[in-house]
């Protein structure tokens, strides 16, 4: 079967004190759209089969959890027109197979998801949009899942 990819992010998350082996997860803007992984031996330069990690998921825009096992991504919800779709999902990867499971999502109240970030010490996320408020702050919980006691910055000023 062929697959195209978007490589719009790529995350990277190690399944072992050895920096040989890691795991890529792959945004796709397939139809439907998804999140693939594969493995990737940096000591040979090959990559393993690509697999779907969590399907119908539309995002482009993915960051890990620098301390747990946790994928988060940005991502624009399925909505009536014209309404805020933006929102982050938070997945618990598991480790040998690369396999999503949501933890649960938080709504930006915002469209167009630009860029998402997780602070060094994994208790807050950061996601810049396009277009409408600016930039959202999600706090997150020692489990890495994520609040819903989130915060807005509205931008202003023109381009």
Same mark, same amino acid.
């Given at each position: 079967m062929f697959r195209l990819f978007v490589l719009l992010t790529v995350a990277t998350w190690m399944t072992s004190a050895q920096a040989e082996q890691q795991r890529l997860f792959i945004a796709s803007a397939?139809?439907?759209?998804?999140?693939?992984?594969?493995? #990737? /031996? !940096?000591?040979?330069g090959q990559f393993g089969e690509v697999t779907t990690a969590v399907? /119908?998921? =539309?995002? @482009? #825009?993915?960051?890990?959890?620098?301390?747990?096992?946790? &994928?988060?991504?940005?991502?624009?919800e399925k909505v009536p027109r014209g309404q805020m779709n933006g929102a982050v999902y938070a997945y618990r990867i598991n480790a040998e197979t690369g396999e999503l499971k949501q933890l649960g999502s938080v709504s930006t109240g915002d469209m167009g998801n630009t860029h998402i970030e997780v602070a060094a010490n994994g208790q807050f996320l950061a996601v810049c949009h396009y277009g409408g408020v600016g930039t959202t702050?999600?706090? &997150?919980?020692? /489990? @890495?899942?994520? !609040?819903?006691?989130? !915060?807005? =910055?509205?931008?202003? @000023?023109?381009?």
């Open positions: 397939g139809k439907p759209s998804s999140i693939e992984t594969c493995t #990737f /031996d !940096s000591e040979t399907a /119908d998921v =539309q995002t @482009g #825009f993915m960051a890990l959890h620098p301390k747990l096992p946790i &994928l988060y991504a940005a991502v624009a702050l999600v706090p &997150l919980m020692p /489990d @890495g899942s994520l !609040s819903r006691k989130i !915060s807005r =910055q509205k931008h202003e @000023g023109s381009r």
